[in-house]
């Protein structure tokens, strides 16, 4: 069978909502992404506006200057152009931005079809509940557990039995119209369900009259029995939710029977709602208008029963959506296509057309702004500025309107639509946008499933244009400002925009005063990454310019090829170029084989005593400060040929690498360990094996500190070491701690080293593994209360954490310099539990994890970093503890022991198997190499891993902690660089002896997928791409909208001719474009005709010669050619070459050109998939309800030689390459197998599926000597499919098998690609040939975002690894409460595709597998035992084959 695993997480957001759902963050928002529940909070940075795009380009080339080859102090050495130079960034704007920061992320096993905001006062938490609805009618209500850093959830609730469902002959479920709303008092929530259902669950609120408080003052009564849930011993607890209860829509009123939309108005009493229906259904009201009704009801939740408050008939038919809009305006607007209504409470309409259609479409009275000329379906609309009335609409093109109310006393009088400028941001967003969520006064959560999500902002401008800008008193500090700081506590309409403020407060609002909407402009705060919707994917070589410096320097560190997608929609169309590692951007290389370790180091030089009178009030040069300064000195360890040990030093000037001679800096001392400075970096340490020496700002020495026991006379080894200003942290090989401090005179003017005294025996007699000094500068680790630490503000002495793993696992904490006893002790950290605490205790007998290394560090970027715990075991692999507070209400203890505790985060990523050393290389002792604290790379505050699987742990504010490899061999040396040339980047030497000075590109994102990405934005719909691989170029199909009009010179219709419209339709029109992977833009473009639109591009193998019978790479070209419903529609074929040209002047990448090489004209249907076929270079190009066997003529012609008849419309043509066997996909009915041959050329029909399924996608999958067809439908479903003509069952083959059926839930893969896996094969196993062909595996893509693999397992992995499933689908939690299993199996209206053969089986999921790592030591290893392994790292050893892009490292 096959194992099924997601590789990214979704991307397109589907819904986002605003609530108080953490204690203490402030306003949290929860954004869905189909099956991802994200939580963030948001944060008020001080941001730099971007500097225009000419000056970051100039600044980029000035820094990828080329340089010598050598380390030396001569010519030949390094350049300056790489260590220095003039250019100087352009001072940009100061700004606030508005950031998102991640809090939780859960993985759900279900479709998220809406969510609700649920204000209860009786949670556990105290904060708001999120009610999720999920597909097919279930809702799950959570809250937060700040003792587990998770969701709980608090009940579920399923609609699904046949006695809700109506009629029998009504559809299933999933073919309704399902979405949750909720009224905004909380005190109910409703889902509408099925044709016309309405489920109705009622919440508890700790007063009984929510903001009526003043209309009964009489005494409320006490809650009884039924309001409570009895509790086991007589303790009665109350859930926040009374029982639900289905209402049918036609038993409120008769007349609702097709309900279009509803939502719960404000400003009622009692929970009441809005609802738009019609009594005709869609496909009945053709040639009618004016047949929609609003009606309002009201509810009362303790009798069930409801009220009709208003109803409005003679509504237009164009209407979809119900908007409630709070006070001051009240009331509803129903946005249409073509209009917008406004109906107050008392039942007044006011209305506006928005194009010229509107007339036709409707009599209803409406106010004429038709000159806009908008198109309203796939709007959202916001409140923007609500004491004005003022609203925000986003159009489904991304541009921006601003819609305003005339309030006359509390009466709405009317309604007025204005576009925002685009000189004003009005087309900032660049596609459609589903959810508009308020994030504060200025800022607004833009989600879209067609693009990037975006925090946008607003601020005011004053009389003189100018944009009106908070200030800070002190411009020296940095803003780094939480939401909350900027808000007050309510934020249901987010307090009142022009009410009193505090002066601190009004410093900060960026919009008051009293500016109208008119008055604002826009511009993007944040985004979140998106690869939605993926169209197609393709791989490619990765390319540059010939004999460019920057080919010669990347060899070694980029892929051998790379994976490209196309994404997006509209003007977010873009390409994504994905790697499985990131391929850093080297500035330049050298060979140094004699590197072992690198440490760069920027010290101030000493003061001399003639400055230093003045320093206090004088100003001294920038040589003796070091705020700003480049890294001066780089201190290199080497080990020779013969495994002698010194260490060097280098200076980093403008001449390059300078070895230094003449200082005190003594090479031959021995091997250094670690470097670093401390004093406030006056002082550079350098950590030898035998002793300490420290070196002032001139590398004068002027101390050492040998490592001789006095005691005992022994003089232990130095194994690690840790810097944390003014501490030095000392490992030895007698696991020994040595704490040095760096204590200066009473003039601050020098720093002397001593050791720190240690009056604990457990120190001294413990056995120390591996340890760290962490610096606490956001207080997490402050023995204060939890809810009174100052936020970042701790004492310069006493913010120095030393973290200690002992011999026997367990954790110590201590705050320096105080050594007397630990401040935090955890004794069971090596069974690595999921949640660690001071009390935790393991089961005896449980067997631990074996770690070489702890780290505690801050992971992030510049908007926002936090510490996090990180383990190393043997192997490599890492795990991530991220600390926080939490104290029990009950209980009174407030120190660091009863409230900090360490979560464990998820972390599926195994490290790589170490390099096997060449047979004639002397072998040496393997060196331990420590992981490296990275404080800025590229403005990430990042760890990185060092050895054979050489590793960044990345991290972004929106995203986890990410494990993303570095490309090339095994690192054996590294440190950060920073210089003038090389801004913010790293240095390294490789297992070959090779050492490059490198960047992380900037322009790749890595934390939020867990691989390199990059998105080339294109513009245009880009639907689909082919490589051509011997021009090393990319052919994109793409589709952009442009005005349709009828054809001029049809015949039949002569008035065509005559006809003027002013608001006309839109169409698409393809465009071929050639792109260039050297600079990603695009160097030839291609316009095909009016209406007509590319569907399928691929490169073939095809003849061009029937006389020498010669071959060629050429691309095949589908399209269809769509000129409305009174033309049929036809299509083309074209086959176009590229040939090579002179390129432009400074554009040398533009020496390629498409070449038409043919043509074919296709009168009856439209081109939909192209593929090879045979082994003599023809094509099987499924044309209309036909597939054609078509090959190309030197007179530019496309011969059919066999054809096949199909049933509806080819969705997808493949191939077994060479071999014959197609495969073909219906949208309507199924799939065929058939059988091509070319002596005589035919195609014969060997299988088919059943022919009710609507198929996607369909393509071949083979294992070993079996050949399965795998099948996705429109529902998600993944079919497994075998012909096997000697089954009995299938009639000799007529009837496809039908193995297994899986559910990828909203991820429907639309495209896939089959490629090989590539296995580390040792030597030796190649020498005895005991290895067998790598196997194949289906890359997929969906619309959501994620890509996702299905690969082949043997018989006994499939066995195992589907026991372990089952066992950890049992084990684990599952957040919201829902069940896996179930959610992986295929739905019950799903028909079956063909003959049952599966035995029950079912494909193994891959997402289950990944959360093995959640588990405990201990339970791993008892987890393993029931699924048939011998111990948890032989399931590590099976896992790290079929997980993530295992076999695909060449990506």
Known sequence: MQCYTELTPPTAVTHSITLQFVPGQGTNLAVAKSSLLQIFKTKVVSAELEAPASTLHSNASKSAAKYGSRLSNDDD??????????????????????????????????????????????????????????????????????????????????????????????????????????????????????????????????????????WDDAPKPSRGLSDAVIDGANSIEETPYSPSFVLRLSNLDPTLLHPVHLAFLYQYREPTFGILSSTTS?????????????????????????????????????????????????????????????????????????????KHATSFTLVDQSELNLRLEGSTIEVLLPDLGEFLIVLHDGRMALLSFRIDGRTVSGLEIKMISQEAGGSIIPCRAVSLSRLGRSAMFVGSEEGDSLVIGWSSLL??????????????????????????????????????????????????????????????????????????????????????????????????????????????????????EMQPKVIGKFDFPEARGLWTVCAKQPIPKSLQGDKEGGTISNDYDTPGQYDKFMIVAKVDLDGYETSDVYALTAAGFESLTGTEFEPAAGFTVEAGTLGKDSRIIQVLKSEVRCYDGNLGLSQIIPMLDENTGAEPRVLSASFADPYLLLIRDDSSVFVIFARVDKNNAEY????????????????????????????????????????????????????????????????????????????????????????????????????AQLLVADLGDTAHKAPYLILRHENDDLTFYQPFRFRASSSSNSGLSDTLFFHKLPNSSFAKPAEEAPEDDTPHAPRFLSMRRCA???????????????????????????????????????????????????????????????????????????LSTKKVPIGVDVDTISYHPPSKSYVAGCNKEEPFELPKDDDYHKEWAREILAFKPMAERGVLNLISPVTWSIIDSVELEQSETVLCVETLNLEVSESTNERKQLVA???????????????????????????????????????????????????????????????????GQKCMVRGLKEDGTLLPVAFMDMSCHVTSVKEVPGTGLCLMSDAFKGVWFTGYTEEPYKMMLLGKSCTRMEVLNADFLPDGKELFIVASDAEGHIHILQFDPEHPKSLQGHLLLHRTSFNTGAHLPTSSRLLPIARDVSPSLVRAN??????????????TGVLSTLRPLSESSYRRLSSLASQLATTLPHAAGLNPKAYRMPSAHCPLPGVDAGLGRNIVDGSMLQRFTELGTGRRGEIAGRAGYNGADEVRGELETILGWAGLRYL
């Not at 704007?93 to 279900?110: C, F, I, N, Q, W």
């Not at 210089?979 to 490198?998: K, L, M, N, P, W």
């Not at 005991?1330 to 619309?1343: K, V």
């Open 1117 to 1183: 070209v589908g399209t269809a050619l769509c000129k409305g419903e009174d033309h049929p529609t036809r299509g083309h074929v074209y086959v176009y070459d590229v040939v090579d040209v002179i390129p432009e002047p400074g554009r040398p990448e533009t020496n390629r050109k498409l070449k038409l090489v043919a043509k074919e004209d296709i009168p009856r249907g439209a081109v939909t998939a192209i593929s090879e076929v045979g082994r003599q270079g023809l094509m099987l190009v499924a044309q």
């Open 1330 to 1343: 005991n290895y067998e062909p790598a196997p194949q595996l289906l890359l997929f893509a969906s619309p």
């Open 752 to 851: 002397e080293l001593e050791e720190l005294e240690n009056d604990d025996q457990t120190l001294g007699a413990t056995k120390w593994l591996t340890g760290c000094l962490y610096t606490d500068t956001d207080g997490i680790f402050d023995e204060s209360d939890v809810k009174k630490r100052a936020n970042g503000v701790q004492k310069p002495e006493g913010n120095i954490l030393m973290f200690l793993l002992s011999a026997d696992g367990a954790l110590y904490i201590y705050r320096l310099p105080d050594l007397s006893k630990p401040l935090y002790v955890a004794k069971d950290l090596s069974y690595i539990p999921p949640g660690l605490s001071a009390d935790f205790t393991a089961r005896k007998g449980t067997p631990k994890e074996k770690i």
């Open 936 to 1010: 800025n790379v590229s403005g990430y505050s990042t760890v990185f891993l060092p050895g054979s699987s050489p590793s960044f742990v990345i991290k972004s504010s929106k995203s986890l902690p990410k494990v993303v490899g570095l490309q090339g061999s095994g690192v054996q040396a590294m440190s950060s660089f920073h210089t003038e040339g090389c801004e913010h980047g790293f240095i390294y030497a490789d297992s070959h002896g090779i050492a490059r000075v490198t960047q992380i590109p900037t322009d790749c994102s890595y934390a939020e997928l867990g």
């Open 77 to 214: 050495g390094l350049e300056a152009s790489f260590l220095g130079g003039d250019n100087m960034g352009q001072k940009a704007d100061r700004a606030h931005s508005t950031k998102l920061v991640l809090l939780h992320e859960a993985s759900l096993p279900g479709i998220i079809t809406g969510l609700a905001r649920i204000k209860s006062r009786i949670t556990s938490s105290g904060a708001d509940a999120l009610l999720v609805a999920f597909k097919d009618a279930r809702l799950s209500l959570v809250e937060w557990d700040a003792r587990r850093q998770a969701l709980t959830t608090v009940s579920i609730h399923y609609y699904e039995q046949d006695e809700l469902q109506g009629a029998p002959w009504a559809s299933n479920l999933g073919n309704y119209a399902n979405f949750l709303v909720a009224d905004p008092g909380s005190r109910c929530a409703a889902l509408k369900f099925g044709p016309r259902n309405l489920a109705i669950l009622p919440f508890r609120q700790a007063d009984e009259d929510i903001d009526m408080g003043d």
């Open 463 to 580: 009389k003189n244009g100018a944009r009106k800008r908070s200030r800070i008193a002190d411009v020296g500090i940095e803003l780094d400002l939480e939401d909350e700081d900027l808000e007050e506590e309510d934020d249901d309409d987010d307090d009142d925009l022009y009410g009193e403020d505090t002066p601190a407060k009004q410093q900060l609002v960026t919009t008051s005063g009293v500016a109208s909407g008119g008055d604002l402009t826009f511009r993007v705060h944040d985004r979140l990454i998106s690869i939605a919707p993926i169209h197609r994917i393709t791989y490619g070589q990765p390319d540059w310019v010939a004999d460019s410096e920057e080919a010669r320097n990347s060899a070694g560190v980029s892929s051998n090829l790379q994976l490209v997608c196309a994404v997006g929609r509209g003007k977010a169309g873009s390409l994504a170029v994905m790697n499985v």
């Open 282 to 358: 869609a496909s009945n009201s053709l040639g009618r208008k004016d047949h929609f009704t609003y009606m309002v009801f009201t509810l009362d939740l303790q009798q069930k029963a409801s009220t009709t408050l208003l109803s409005i008939g003679g509504l237009p038919q164009d209407l979809f959506r119900v908007v409630p809009l709070p006070a001051p305006v009240g009331g509803a607007l129903l946005v249409g296509a073509n209009e917008l209504i406004h109906i107050d409470q008392a039942g007044k309409a006011n209305g506006v057309a928005v194009n010229p259609m509107t």
